[in-house]
């Protein structure tokens, strides 16, 4: 199966199992909001690329892998989205979950997220039950405290913080989890996959703070410069536009070199590099080279 | 040990996994904040009883479950303060999460404990793996959607509910799941605990809805009648102070009928029996009992 269909499917199924006749009606329907339609899936990709890269022999629970880190990353963008953090009304192209229903339903969606995640994981376990608690070790340090998102978020709530750490916090860890979460589900040793998942997050954030400068708020589906209106640390502010773009290709370039020699080694540089283009599409690059020349500052 | 002594150092221990020099300084005060004075631990203690009325032979995973039980039960007092929610600015006699640390690190400080109650229950696994997916589930469906805690909060967003449905999601589930998962972590089946469970979480809800009209702000250590300027719903304002107080009677009668026969049941009744006392003290009764009698209202 695609993988990209596989990972709807499993969402869907997952979201299911947290529905019911008898529950509030108006918070199924934000929780359906927040996942559906998915933004690129990137991170639920890796983790099954990387599953099947060591074998994949327990597929439904790479899924429930997948889905936990998917359902996660919906959780925090739901929560970074509210008011008291970026005031988002526009998220993926529609109605953030607070725009649309309110920020009590935003923040019970979030919680219900978290809870969804790890609920719909242990419910799979059956099929290798041996392979739990450390699957769900990795994945709760992707996105909790002290090193997970919910720290990275927590870095802008601090007078000082280095911006490596809240980076490596705030995306690069999720990215880690999945890689890892993706070889612990088929029952597979993380430390190989950890060094991809670390590079293609940072990669991940840089390309999401060069994005943030130049993109059309259109195609980017979110409102753009919102780094500079909050002053929130951004390494397209402290590298400049080119710097910025000179650390993303050598973290993906370290990211190549860090896919372990394997049966699905080739499929994951693919994905990799489709991930480049997506995320800082070579015309930009020209771009922005040119602008450095230029007397003029870039306007996006 | 005493179980009051087994719990604040199980919360204590399982704080300190999700803390680190690295970590965001002010998300640990704010976490700690949140868990630390406690108020009954009435949830985690249920737990710890019926896991030793079980046997409790795998006491560090009972631990587990009982911190879990107490940390969701946090989380959800931490959001249900925001100035979304009930804006409370007191919380077990002191200042709110979101009162002392602002709304963003209140907001962060719930999703930090849902996560680390999971990943807590999950590393303390490896002393008896095959009974920790089972267990997991219990939990989660004690705090999530479509029957726990969040659903019972989403309740509140709804232009209409049914009373019981919105207690028992928003109370009962988690007792249910404390006394659950007790036994589940002693290695027995969940479903001989269930109605203690449900039973004592209705009764705990009616205890609070008739506290809130009753009591003194400083003894409870949050502001009171809330439910009234909030419009929400209350077995008080439904059933009258009198008629909620024989109901909850009822339930706490029904309880102790509930209790299976085991080596835990005297302690279980005596647990029962001091809760009662301290939810609804026979002094308040008295008063109630007279004003009914009375020409003129209550007043608190």
Not at 1 to 14: H, S, V, Y
Not at 174 to 201: I, K, M, S, V, Y
Request: charged share 25%.
């Amino acid at each position: 199966m695609d993988a990209q269909l596989r990972i709807e499917q499993a969402l869907d199924a997952a979201l299911r199992l947290g529905e019911s006749k008898a529950a509030p009606p108006r918070l199924q329907a934000a929780t359906r909001h927040a996942v559906f339609p998915g933004g690129a899936r990137i991170r639920p990709r890796l983790c099954l690329a990387v599953a099947w890269a060591c074998g994949d022999d327990q597929p439904a629970l790479a899924d429930a892998a997948a889905v936990a880190i998917e359902l996660l990353h919906c959780a925090s963008l739901v929560h970074d989205d509210l008011p008291c953090f970026d005031d988002a009304a526009l998220r993926r192209g529609q109605a953030s979950v607070h725009a649309a229903f309110g920020e009590r339903l935003a923040v019970l969606v979030g919680d219900a997220l978290i809870v969804l995640a790890f609920r719909n994981l242990a419910a799979t376990a059956h099929h290798a039950p041996e392979r739990l608690a450390r699957l769900l070790v990795t994945v709760a340090d992707g996105v909790g405290a002290p090193m997970g998102i919910v720290a990275g978020q927590a870095w802008e709530c601090e007078a000082k913080a280095d911006l490596e750490t809240y980076q490596q916090a705030k995306t690069g860890a999720l990215f880690a989890a999945a890689t890892a979460a993706g070889a612990q589900a088929a029952g597979h040793d993380p430390d190989a996959w950890l060094e991809l998942g670390d590079r293609l997050g940072e990669a991940y954030q840089v390309a999401d703070d060069i994005r943030d400068v130049m993109a059309d708020p259109v195609w980017l589906g979110k409102p753009t410069g919102r780094d500079e209106a909050l002053d929130r640390m951004s390494s397209a502010r402290e590298l400049g536009l080119a710097g910025a773009v000179a650390h993303f290709d050598e973290l993906l370039a370290g990211a190549v070199r860090a896919i372990p020699d394997c049966r699905g080694a080739a499929a994951l540089r693919a994905l990799v590099r489709s991930e480049s283009e997506r995320l800082v599409p070579k015309s930009w690059v020209s771009r922005i080279r040119a602008a450095q020349t230029a007397p003029t500052p870039i306007s996006a």
